[in-house]
Nanobody, 118 residues
């Protein structure tokens, strides 16, 4: 059983910073992609950023230059450093683990709320 435990969400003022963490536990293939998705009220879920076990990163255009994703493979943990936060970053952020071994397997965290006040 794979579990993803998230932490770091909260309420911040515009221009502030937050650091999200997601630790994966259980049994899964070490070659994988971990990332962060978010969903704001009335909007569809979108990919914020992801990172492969090899270190390749991918960012949504809206967060490039402000957010940084990183991971510690030994700890099976992914981080999202969020700087210069804007009210439009307000959303429920969810951690994702994706394993591709011929077929795709996705695992999801419980979600953590990020609220940015203006």
């Amino acid at each position: 059983q794979v579990q993803l435990v998230e932490s770091g969400g909260g309420l911040v003022q515009a221009g502030g910073s937050l650091r999200l963490s997601c630790a994966a536990s259980g049994s899964f293939f070490r070659i994988n992609t971990m990332g962060w998705y978010r969903q704001a009220p009335g909007k569809q879920r979108e990919l914020v950023a992801d990172i492969t076990s090899g270190g390749s990163t991918n960012y949504a255009d809206s967060v490039k230059g402000r957010f940084t994703i990183s991971r510690d493979n030994a700890k099976n943990t992914v981080y999202l450093q969020m700087n210069s936060l804007k009210p439009e970053d307000t959303a429920a952020y969810t951690c994702n683990l994706r394993v591709l071994r011929g077929t795709t397997s996705d695992y999801w965290g419980q979600g953590t709320q990020v609220t940015v006040s203006s």
